[in-house]
């Protein structure tokens, strides 16, 4: 067909000059559309027999009828077939996310409701080795994809869990001013070296690779957050020393909230 994709940059010369360079970046486009289906596909073909695979290990598990020198196989069978379920759930989000269009939730969503709800996530992976509190100064309706939003609060309070090996205290903030509605998630953990901040939203990339899959990360959280951001227009900032801690914080537009007191 005909209808293409066309890419246009301007540099201006002086008053009456300027170069004009267009490129067809069709191709590309469409090349870029082919690995984002194939990755949506292929997550969504490999959750069924990892279904089976888990339904049948845990059913063998529960009989008792393994032979007894299997429970560390079977254990670690289970426990890889988790890795790839979440790791497989994770690419089709993020697929998703990448594919539909933008800034599409209407959901009404109080911001302090979603954040306790993560912080009693993030207790029950916490397992009672790290403080965490919920500090919501006022309480906001956000608009947006109820889902996403979870997903990008959720993955923060995890991540600060995940990456405060030693425990101590995490603290989810909530504020609202003129410039819009701040979440932070400050946890006392490991920290990041500045050089790698700025890469933190790619997929797959990890400051640690040993630690992050020990922790059951997949690489993929924090571009998920991204996603989900860009999708909501909003943004993210992170302050982190390592050795001491780090905060990471969600930035979303006034237009996005309204106070839930005059709701
Ligand atoms: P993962 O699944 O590996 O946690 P993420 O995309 O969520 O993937 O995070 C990417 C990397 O950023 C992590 O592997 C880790 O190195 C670093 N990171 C994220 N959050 C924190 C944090 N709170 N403290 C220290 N490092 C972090």
């Excluded at 889902?147 to 990008?152: K, N, T």
Aim: proline share 4%.
């Amino acid at each position: 067909d005909d209808s293409r994709i066309l890419q246009m940059e301007v540099t201006r010369f002086g008053q009456d000059e300027a170069l004009v360079i267009v490129r067809d970046v069709t191709r590309l486009h469409n090349l870029e559309q082919m690995r984002r289906d194939f990755v949506a596909n292929v997550s969504h073909e490999l959750r069924t027999p990892l279904t089976v695979i888990a339904g049948y290990l845990e059913t063998l598990q529960a009989s008792g009828q393994a032979p007894k020198n299997w429970d560390r196989p079977l254990g670690q069978m289970s426990e890889q077939t988790a890795r790839m379920t979440s790791l497989v759930n994770d690419l089709l989000l993020l697929a998703r996310l990448e594919t539909s269009e933008r800034d599409s939730g209407r959901d009404r969503v109080s911001v302090r409701e979603l954040m306790e709800r993560v912080a009693g996530e993030a207790r029950s992976l916490s397992a009672d080795r790290h403080e965490i509190s919920v500090h919501c100064e006022e309480d906001c309706i956000l608009t947006g994809d109820a889902g996403e939003l979870h997903s990008a609060f959720a993955n923060l309070a995890f991540n600060a869990v995940k990456y405060s090996p030693d425990g101590g205290p995490i603290e989810l903030r909530w504020k609202a001013d003129a410039a819009g509605g701040h979440y932070s998630v400050k946890d006392a953990g490991i920290g990041i070296d500045p050089m790698h901040i700025p890469r933190l939203t790619e997929r797959f990339y990890r400051v640690d690779a040993g630690r992050s899959r020990e922790s059951g990360g997949t690489g993929l959280g924090l571009a998920i957050v991204k996603h989900v951001l860009l999708r909501h227009n909003a943004n993210m900032s992170v302050a982190s020393v390592p050795g001491r801690g780090s905060t990471f914080t969600l930035n979303f537009p006034p237009q996005k909230l309204t106070l839930a007191s005059s709701a």
